[in-house]
């Protein structure tokens, strides 16, 4: 199962890290490139514990959705999203968020599986890795962006 690890130092305090991240509009801003949009669930404001969103996005040259929930939340620490439907055979995404000397520090590990067996295995490994090693790296960038500007407040007001 390909696995994802990023880390992310951002000059902005944990809380408003940790509320950026869990964001559906920042999550939108960030995926503009796919035309990515909440339709179902939360679509919009900061998503909490139990909850759950659907995305629609252009992904690989097709139409798709992804429904996810939040399944643990630890306040200002951490929290979980899992793959309720969608292309996956299965996927997860825990979010780690520390704080020291001014520098909050976001971890991402995210655990993915595509379905069709072998064929799934070898396309993860050559393409689909990268690929979403680049969505998660471009959200991490709008978070970083908008914590650093002074943005966020446009955003958590």
Known sequence: ?????????I???LEVVFDLSRSIDVHQISMQQSD??????????LIQKDETVTWQARHLLRKRQLAVKITRMEPYNFFEDEMLK????LMWHRHYFSFENGITTMRDVFFFEAPFGFAGKIFCYLFLTGYMRRLL?????????YAESG???????
């Open 86 to 89: 969608g292309d996956f055979k």
């Open 1 to 9: 199962m390909p696995q994802i690890k990023l880390t992310t130092s």
């Open 137 to 145: 790296s471009r959200r991490n960038f709008v978070i970083k962006d």
């Open 36 to 45: 990515e949009r909440a339709i179902g669930g939360i679509t919009s404001g």
């Open 151 to 157: 943005r966020w407040t446009s955003i958590l007001s």
């Open 11 to 13: 000059a902005a305090p």
